[in-house]
Every structure is written in C-alpha cells, then in structure tokens.
C-alpha cells in the first residue's frame, strides 16, 4: 500500500512510522523538515512541503497513486498567531483535501481530537456521535471543528471517498518530552526543574482522557487495513485526573478553583511570561471523556498501555528531555531555546520557518 504521511516526523508520525515500517508499505512522509536517515524513517520517501502554504500542484504530485492518505499535520505554537495557525491547521487540511480529490485517493485518515467535541454535560464517556462544535473560547477547539466542517462537506461532495476522523485524547509518549517542554515552558526554564515540583495548583475535579502514541498509531494501521470509514475515539483507561498528574510529578495536590488558573494561565499568557493559552484551560474541564466502544469493537483495537502509565512516562520524558532524531522531536535545551527566543522573539509569537 502506498501511504502518503503528514507530518510523519511529529509525535503520532514517528509512533505511526514504526508501526507500518516492515509490512512492506510504500511510506511517502511530508514535512517542512525532513529527518536525518535512520530507523524508523529508512524506509520513508520524504517530500518538503508547507502545508500552511498554497503549492496544489506539488501536493496532488506527492498524492497521485497513493492509496491512502493520513493527515497529521497541526500547530501548537505560536499562540499569539492564531492567523497561522488557522492557516496550518484548518488551511492545511483544505489544501489535503483539494490534493486527494484531485489525485484520485480513495482513502483519507484525518488527525481530528476530542478537542474537536462539544462540552460535556457531565462525566459520562461520549460516543462519536457527540456534537463536534468545539469549546469556543479554544482556538485549538475551534479550529478542529472547523476542519471536521471540511470533512463534513468532502464526505457529502465525493462520496465515493472513505473519510476517517479519529478523535484521540491527550497523546503522550517518553520521545515528546523536548517537544512538550517546548510547547508547555518559558524558554529559561530547564527540563529538571520538573523534578522539584513541591504542589500542582489545580482543580480537583479534573479529569481528562489519555492514550499512548504508539496506541494510536496501532489504531491508524487497523484503519488503513480495513479502510474503516467514520470516525474512532481513542483513549486508554482511567481518566487522568488532577490527583493523578500531582502523583506523576511527585507532588501535592493544591486545590485550586479552575477559574482562578485559568486567569493566572491568561494573565501570564497575556505578558508573553509562557507559551500556553488560556483555551487549553478551558478545554480541559469542559471536554468529555471518551466511548471507545467503536475502536475496539469494529478494529479489534485494545491500548496496550493504560492512561497512567502513559502519564508516567510522558512526565519522564519531559523530566529527561527526552527527543527523537527529528526537527520536531529534537532535544530541547536552554541554551537552545534562549538562542532562539534572542534571534526570533518568544515561541507563542513567532511564526514557524
């Protein structure tokens, strides 16, 4: 089979290459910046390009004779340039779309999230069915239902087309550990301050969904055998609650009410002090926890590994510093990072190269 891959050197790309690396697929991965040779990326046929750009006529080349597409291509960074990230994400969903239509794909697997749901009424798991209308005050919400309004309209407009959307909940692995202390940490502050964390200042009362990466890209395998239309939760059991992370990190849980972090998390934000907006707080105690009936009864899918070992490991990762022979998975130090903040201003304001 011949798989077309983006973003295929981030997170879930890396887990997904090592998933399919030796069952004997053509693997094409398109990124920014392709990743130095070796294991898992041996096999991978790399092609450069932007996805928050408009280049229809390369993408449809890179596309032409695949038998599926997986996108995974999404922004995090930079949360002061929402203009950029709707043109990566949602833009760069559109343009795959455009390229599989016009390359004759039959298959389109879309990175979607529990992001793209609506707000919970209570904590009881929903199924796929549940509305897909975002938390509005999210920008990372907002801009995954909007692109699950692309693929609403493709399913109707090419039917002839299988659309997949998974919707995982947080995914985590040892090797995003640099990534995330990117995303999550001023530039100044070091990966092992991590381990000296004497109290978690959240609200006891949440309780968000969690999935290994090489979990879910155990699930995009099963979906690609089986070109399995709609869309799949994905997540591991139990929930992670706010108890869960102090215990990961060693810690004391400090109640606090979440509109008291969410104003520190805006006003910090606010004054360029740290990368992460105030929507992800929001999203945190409004999304719901997730049904994964479907995946397991449809794929034969069963994570492997539970919701607080992934945490476990995730913490570790971030702790180490951990990194993958990636540009998206690289090691991250304070030096590094502090050279770039002098060269290209604070990540939560700069546009990618």
């Given amino acids: 089979m011949r798989i077309v891959i983006t973003g295929a050197s981030g997170n879930v790309g890396s887990a997904l290459l090592r998933r399919l690396s030796g069952h004997g697929h053509e693997l094409v991965g398109v990124v920014r910046r392709p990743p130095r040779a070796g294991e898992p990326y ?33 922004g995090f960074q930079p949360t002061h340039r929402e203009d950029y990230l709707m043109e990566l994400g949602v833009g760069g969903t559109r343009r795959v779309i455009e390229a599989a239509t016009a390359a004759g794909v039959r298959h389109l697997v879309h990175m979607s999230s529990i992001g793209a749901y609506s707000p919970k009424r209570d904590d009881t798991p929903v199924g796929e069915t549940w509305p897909t209308d975002g938390v509005r005050s999210s920008m990372y919400s907002r801009h995954k239902s ?63 969904p969690m999935v290994h990466a090489d979990d879910v890209a155990d699930a995009f395998a099963r979906v690609l055998d089986a070109r399995a239309p709609g869309a799949f939760n994905l997540a591991a059991p139990p929930a992670v609650t706010a108890q869960d992370i102090a215990a990961a990190l060693e810690a004391r849980l400090v109640h606090v009410p979440s509109a008291a972090v969410r104003a520190a998390v805006s006003a910090s934000w606010h004054a360029r002090l740290q990368p992460v907006d105030p929507g992800w707080i929001d999203m945190a105690y409004a ?25 476990a490991e995730t913490v570790r990762g971030m702790q180490e510093a951990a990194s993958e022979r990636t540009p998206v998975l690289r090691p991250r130090t304070v030096a590094g990072a502090v050279s770039r903040f002098v060269r290209r201003g604070p990540v939560s304001s700069r546009r990618t190269p």
């Fill in 42 to 74: 041996a096999e991978v046929q790399w092609s450069t390009l932007d996805l928050s750009r408009d280049d229809a006529g390369a993408l449809t080349e890179v596309c032409r004779g695949a038998d599926a597409i997986v996108h995974l291509v999404w």
């Fill in 146 to 208: 909007a692109a699950e309004r692309l693929l609403d309209r493709l399913e109707r407009d090419h039917p002839a087309l299988v659309v997949t959307r998974m919707r995982p909940g947080i995914i985590g692995q040892r090797e995003a550990g640099s990534e995330l202390l990117r995303h999550g940490l001023p530039a100044v502050v070091p990966a092992a301050v991590l381990r000296h964390v004497p109290v978690v200042p959240l609200d006891r009362r949440l309780a968000v």
């Fill in 287 to 311: 999304l719901p926890l997730l049904d994964t009936t479907r995946a397991e009864s449809e794929l034969g899918w069963t994570p492997g590994t539970d919701a607080l070992s992934t945490l």
